[in-house]
Each structure stands twice: as C-alpha cells, then as structure tokens.
C-alpha cells in the first residue's frame, strides 16, 4: 500500500542532486515555396524550416510539435493527416483570384486538432486553410457546425468563411475550411510583454472581451446542441431563440448533435446513442448518462484496475450501478432557478485564449475571434467561466470587496522572489478586472460565476470518460461527494435518495492512496520538469526527459519496501502506454 509517507520516501531521492529542469513547448513554423503553374496546375514543392533546413513532404502531413513520452504512437496516429495540398491551393486560387500564379504557403504552428497554413496569393489576398485531424471530432458535424454562421447574426466579429468541405471523399481528400486570414495581430504576441501593453490597456481589451461574452449569454435557446445550417442539417430542430431576429434568418439554421468526442470516441462513433439536440438542462446531464449506460451494455468488458487489485478485474456491472446512482442525483447537478436563467442553453466560446483574439495594434480594438470549433449550445451553468487570458494559476475569491495585495514580507524577498511576487499579483489583478467588469457589464454570467459549483458540474464532465480512461474511481467519488451535500444542494427535495454501501465506501477506499501517488507523482512532476499530464514534450528535449523519468521511476523502484510495493509502482507508473498499439489504424 502507498501511503503519503511512503510516497514522500519514494521521491524524497529524486532531487537530491538538484537536478531540475523546466522544459517550456515551443512551437515552430515552416515556410513552404510553391510555384503554381496555371495551364497545368502543377505545383513545385520546396519546404524549409526557420532554420533554413529542407524537410521531406512527409511531414506536411505528421504532427510534428510535440513528441509524447507515453501513448506517442497512438496520439501520432489520431494527427497524421494525408491530403492533396496541390488541390487545397487550386480551391484557394479558384477562389479568392484569377491571377496568382505564385503562392506562398507558410505552415502555421500545429495545434492539437487541426492542420492549418496561411496561403499568400500574387494579388496579396491572404487565405487560412484549417484541416481537422481525427482527433478534432466526429467526420462532417465537427467541420458542418463550425461553419455556420450564427456569429454573423450575433455581430460578433470572425474572419469570413471563403470556401469549405464537410466531406473527406472531396478532392482534396479531407475536410477543410477555407476564410479569410483574421484582421490585426494575436493578443498573444502583446499580451506576453506588460512593457507593450500596460494594464489600462489591458483593461480595455478585457471590457471588449467582456462584450463579447454579453453577446453570446444576451441569447439563450430552448434546446442543447451544435448549431448547423439548416441545408448541412435539415431534420434538425427548428432554432427557437429568445433574441429578437427575423424568421427568415431563424429558418437558415438549425439544433443538430453534439461534436464533443465523449459521444464519438471509438466504438461510440458507430453507434445509434443521442447526442442531441436535447430540451433543457435535465434532459443533457441524463442523457450523458444513459448513453454511457447504452455504450457500457455492449462493449463493456471486465479489465483490471491497478489502482485497486493486481488480480481481480473491475467489472462493467459496477459501473452501470453507478450511473443509475448518477441518474437518481441529477436534480442536484443543476442549480437552482434564478431570474438569469443559468440553466437555459447558450452559446459559448470553447477556448477564448490569446492566440484566438485579434486586434489592431494602432487603437487595441478587437478585430477577429477565431477558432470556434466544437462550440455548443448547453446550460450556462455548465460552460461559464474565466477566459485563459486573464485566469490566475491560484483560486481568486468572488468577493471583490478588496483587490489584492503584495504578502505582509515582500521588502524581506530577494529580487526574483520579489519579480515573481509583482507578477502573481498582476495576474490577480486582471483576474478581478475580469470578474468587476463581468459584474457590470454582464450580469447573467456573474450570477452563472457566483452559483456555478464543481460539486454539481464534476460528474457531467466525466461522466463519459470515466469507463475509458480506467478512472471509474473519480465518477465514485464525484457522486459521493453530492450525496454527502444532498441536503445543501437540492434544499427542500427531500432525503437524497442514494445511499453508499460498505462495499462501496471499501472499494473507494482501496483506491484513495493508490490514485495519490499518481496524482502527486504528476504535480511534482509538472512542477519541477514542466512535463504536462497529456504528455507533451518539445522534441529536442524528449531523450532527456524521457531518461529523467526513467531515473524517477527507478528510485521509487529501489525505495519500495516490498514486492507488492514494487509492483503497484510498476503499474500505477503515470508515463507508461496504455494504448495498445498493435490495435492501432494504419
């Protein structure tokens, strides 16, 4: 059994040498040269890097940004994209130009779902090409509700869409999106520099950022899902809104399934389940739920669970018990009503960080968001929160009563204690910009802010994850944990009504230490090396954290006291595949 002690013994050698490394992911981008001969549509291919340094086609179509240290082969596999980029450049050309003869093609810096390059045409007209990888979501919807253009209705400012594909037997061979390249710069490039951009005007971009998020919470909808248009989609549910906008405009569009991978992954893909459009914040959280239950009744398998036996295996059967317990608990996974209506479906953006919000560096208004794959329509509750731009690492208080302060000893730190103290409170003080301007100026999302609860929320999140992942341990506990606060919870509803066993409680319990050790051993890890939980690695660095956590591992090694101990540490190892890749696609 690994107890903390035995967790602090195991590590306690890890750095005795001092031997500390932090590994930041950088990404890099490829200038490619192509010369497009019109008469025949041939096109000359050289790629180089920034270095200078020609690299093979092939990796046109690899990921190349990161190396993993676990699971590489698998996630390599779900970013390996084959495509015609001779006929993706025709379709740009054709598009935007009846001149460009010569193209220049800069392959931006990959992102985790998606292959995207910046095509420069003679004229000077500029095209972004976005093609999703496997991983982005399921084939057509993935690519059919991005491309719908609510937002226009909504005036919230994206880059027009010049030519598009939800089909990969097209001739380029995949999916694609063709639009404008987005006007201005990325935040990013000034919002990293507080010489460039000081905090009045961060604050302005914050306001805008804020009107923004007022846009999209102003408009609610009766139904969950994607939004398509209604020619992608048409047997879906008519779009019933509470925004004042013509019928006519209303009619080009409809409520079609969810994107999300929870309902997708795998066998999942092939499967009649429901994903959507569902009616109303009850009907999505049970609805995860049942179609987890659906999933688990034909492909469930028993397997072992190291964290909680080296021999008897975890059956399927145990977690069907405790999505019924979910089921009979989701009145407590939904807040109470209030006069914002936090419950009812809104529109949300998925990922508003820096690299996704462009402005004009003359006058610092936002020019562009972009990015808006996957985004859903769902309970206000469920998706509300802190855009990356200005969240700070720590919990920042709601009550905003007092800003924060530099700690009682600051005159006593050294001068990099005293940087790193002056930059944690920045980043606090934009993080309470934020939420007051929010207050203000968008008060249904700070009545979401204010009653949003990770005890009601955590099961809805993992509740299709769990059973995959061999993590059923956190669906346990997320349950238990909202049956202990039943009473707070759904006040007035009555006796919560599930009940743990001892069975229950001893099987969770079985697990608690074990999980620990894998949970501490990532922290301390991410910590001290930089290493994320996914495991992502600059690729210069990946011999040298790969022989660090080899030297980690066997230290804990050598330290376990016992077969047994040796054994869990084996298994319970983080960096380790747990994809087989024999069952990989080629």
Not at 220 to 231: E, N, R, W
């Amino acid at each position: 059994m690994l107890t903390s002690l035995s967790y602090q013994r195991l590590f306690r050698q890890s750095f005795t040498h001092g031997y500390q490394t932090h590994l930041p992911i950088v990404g890099s981008q490829t200038s490619l040269e192509l010369q497009l001969f019109r008469r025949h549509m041939s096109i000359a291919l050289r790629a180089t890097r920034e270095d200078g340094l020609d690299i093979p086609e092939a990796d046109l179509y690899r990921y190349t940004r990161h190396r993993w240290v676990y699971n590489e082969a698998y996630n390599l596999s779900q970013r390996y994209l084959k495509f015609d980029l001779q006929e993706l450049v025709r379709i740009a050309v054709t598009s935007t130009s009846e001149e460009g003869a010569r193209i220049e093609v800069l392959k931006c810096k990959e992102g985790m779902n998606n292959r995207a390059f910046l095509l420069t045409m003679d004229n000077g007209s500029v095209v972004f090409a976005k093609l999703p990888n496997a991983c982005a979501g399921p084939a057509f919807y993935t690519t059919a509700s991005e491309v719908a253009p609510l937002r226009d209705v909504l005036d919230i400012p994206t880059p027009r869409i010049i030519a598009w594909s939800a089909q990969k037997t097209n001739s380029v061979g995949t999916e694609y999106i063709l639009e404008e390249r987005a006007r201005g710069q990325p935040l990013w490039s000034l919002w990293q520099d507080w010489d460039k951009l000081p905090i009045i005007a961060r604050i302005g971009i914050i306001r805008q950022v804020v009107e923004i998020e007022r846009k999209l919470t102003d408009t609610t909808f009766k139904h969950c899902g994607c939004i398509y248009s209604k020619a992608d989609v048409p047997h879906g549910d008519r779009l019933i809104t509470t925004r004042t906008t013509s019928p006519s405009i209303l009619e080009r569009f409809r409520m079609g399934p969810l994107v999300d991978m929870d309902h997708w992954r795998k066998e999942k893909a092939t499967m009649n389940l429901n994903r959507g459009p569902f009616h109303g914040a009850i009907d999505f959280v049970r609805n995860k739920a049942i179609s987890e239950k659906y999933f688990l009744e034909q492909y469930g398998r028993p397997r072992l669970n190291y964290a909680r036996s080296g021999v008897e295996p975890e059956q399927s059967e145990e977690m069907l018990e405790l999505l019924d317990k979910y089921l009979k608990l989701t009145p407590a996974m939904v807040p109470p009503p209030t006069p914002d209506d936090i419950d009812a479906s809104t529109l949300w953006h998925p990922d508003l960080h820096p690299d996704n919000i462009f402005i004009d560096p003359k006058n610092l208004q936002v020019t562009s968001v972009i990015d808006w794959q996957s985004t859903t329509a769902a309970p206000l509750f469920y998706q509300c929160g802190v855009p990356k731009m200005v969240r700070h690492r720590e919990p920042v208080s709601l009550d905003l009563s007092n800003w924060p302060k530099l700690c009682d000893n600051y005159e006593d730190l050294g001068r990099d204690e005293k940087d790193y103290a002056e930059k944690m409170l920045r980043s606090e003080h934009l993080h309470q910009y934020y939420l007051r301007i929010t207050r203000r100026d968008n008060p249904r999302h700070w009545t979401a802010l204010q009653l949003h609860d990770e005890l009601r929320v955590q099961p809805v999140k993992i509740v299709q994850q769990v059973w995959e992942n061999n993590t059923v341990f956190f669906l346990r506990r997320a349950l238990m944990r909202i049956a202990a606060n039943w009473e707070r919870l759904c006040s007035g509803a009555g006796p919560c009504p599930v009940s743990f066993s001892e069975e229950d409680l001893s099987l969770f319990n079985r697990e608690v230490e074990k999980r620990e050790f894998v949970s501490d051993t990532l922290n301390l890890i991410q910590k001290n090396y930089g290493l994320n939980p996914d495991g992502t690695v600059e690729p210069s660095k990946y011999n040298e954290i790969q022989t660090e956590l080899e030297r980690l591992k066997a230290i804990c090694l050598e330290a376990a006291e016992d077969d047994e101990e040796r054994f869990n540490v084996e298994r319970l190892w983080p960096y380790q595949d747990t994809v087989d890749n024999a069952s990989l696609a080629t």
